[in-house]
């Protein structure tokens, strides 16, 4: 018969219940901040080219590439409550995506492709940066999307 020790017991149980907390933090970040937790989708070149894809009036695609030392595209405007598809690629060396106050945070990676789904509630200018050191540009790559901005046209 299996006799448990008591200290081994309680070991198990505070790690039981500390596992429990750590999926529940992230099914709530899930919802709180409406963003899914990011995925890497297998490579196809067409995510390699910078582009915003208007799906319909609420539903967007960006495919975001990262290189020394920018973001393609680097302006993103869309109108507000839309919901967008953020591919994520790099020409080169690895490089960070960072969406302010969204709580996304990405590796973009060459020869990969990550994705996430954002939604964008608030009007506002949202920065992107880079926020994994890649060089002596690593800086000054930015990006912004741009929710209802007056003239806005995409
Ligand atoms: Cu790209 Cu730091």
Redesign the pocket.
């Known amino acids: 018969m299996a006799i448990i020790d008591k200290a081994e017991k309680k070991v198990l149980i505070i790690t039981g219940c500390l596992m429990s907390l750590f999926v529940f933090s992230i099914l709530y970040a899930k919802g709180k901040y409406k963003s899914d937790v990011p995925e890497c989708i297998p490579f196809d070149k067409a995510y390699t080219t910078p582009k915003v894809n208007k799906i319909d009036e609420k539903t967007y695609q960006v495919f975001a590439v990262?290189q020394?030392?920018s973001f393609e595209p680097s302006m993103i405007y869309i109108p507000v409550g839309s919901e967008v598809d953020f591919f994520l690629s790099s020409k080169d060396?690895?490089?960070?995506f960072n969406i302010a106050e969204k709580n996304v945070n990405m590796m973009?990676v060459y020869g990969n492709i990550n994705k996430t789904t954002v939604k964008f509630d608030k009007p506002g200018v949202y920065d992107i940066v880079?926020?994994?050191?890649?060089?002596t540009?690593?800086?000054n790559?930015k990006a912004q999307v741009i929710v209802n901005y007056p003239t806005a046209t995409q």
């Open positions: 990262a020394m030392w060396v690895v490089h960070g973009a880079c926020h994994e050191y890649c060089g540009g690593h800086q790559m």
